[in-house]
T-cell receptor, first 115, second 111 residues
Framework: DTEVTQTPKHLVMGMTNKKSLKCEQH?????MYWYKQKAKKPPELMFV???????INESVPSRFSPECPNSSLLNLHLHALQPEDSALYLC??????????????FGPGTRLTVL | SQQGEEDPQALSIQEGENATMNCSYK?????LQWYRQNSGRGLVHLIL?????REKHSGRLRVTLDTSKKSSSLLITASRAADTASYFC???????????FGKGTTLSVSS
């Protein structure tokens, strides 16, 4: 299995809702990433997990809360989001943990709309 | 902070033509990667070129790296409509801990 899966594909939520995004990979990769991508912009790194531990948090607001329950799963918990948080949220994984030196495998993304 | 900058921002060509995209980066790197993204979808890794390599090929793709000019180019030969996508270069940040993506080139191939 050489793919990264993400659920849901689309999510619409109000500013008071709590929701979660899920990402899964079964390639035995040791690093997993969350990116945020606005329309016509490049992906921006949010979080990196290496060996199930949070290794990078790119100063992301606390209304985004990542969790790595095991080596195959990565969640992003959302609470009290703002309309400007509407974006495509991409999950990725890599075999190595060098971040900048490894090929990353991306999931199809979750299109999030905050009303 | 931005590491890679692609040029041009947008490119429209006919099927069968070649497409060239350029990427410039700011700091010394040990590798540079290129990714493709179809509209609203996840990114697909195309090629990784290391700093000790000048050129690398993969099918119809040719990537060059000039570390003295801090630039890279991606050439797609004999383009097809299915090549229509956004193409991003990505280089490591200074600590080498993460990839920083350039702004991307949007390629449109018409038949």
């Amino acid at each position: 299995d050489t793919e990264v899966t993400q659920t849901p594909k689309h999510l619409v939520m109000g500013m008071t809702n709590k929701k979660s995004l899920k990402c899964e990979q079964h390639m035995g990769h040791r690093a997993m990433y969350w990116y945020k991508q606005k329309a016509k912009k490049p992906p921006e790194l949010m979080f990196v997990y290496s060996y199930e531990k949070l290794s990078i948090n790119e100063s992301v607001p606390s209304r985004f809360s990542p969790e790595c329950p095991n080596s195959s799963l990565l969640n992003l918990h959302l609470h009290a989001l703002q309309p400007e948080d509407s974006a495509l949220y991409l999950c990725a994984s890599s075999q190595g943990t060098r971040g900048g030196g490894d090929e990353q495998f991306f999931g199809p993304g979750t299109r999030l709309t905050v009303l | 902070s931005q590491q890679g900058e692609e040029d041009p921002q947008a490119l429209s060509i006919q099927e069968g033509e070649n497409a060239t995209m350029n990427c410039s980066y700011k700091t010394s790197i040990n590798n540079l990667q290129w990714y493709r993204q179809n509209s609203g979808r996840g990114l697909v890794h195309l090629i990784l070129i290391r700093s000790n390599e000048r050129e690398k090929h993969s099918g119809r793709l040719r990537v060059t790296l000039d570390t003295s000019k801090k630039s890279s180019s991606l050439l797609i030969t004999a383009s097809r409509a299915a090549d229509t996508a956004s193409y991003f270069c990505a280089a490591p940040n200074q600590a080498g801990t993460a990839l920083i993506f350039g702004k991307g080139t949007t390629l449109s191939v018409s038949s």
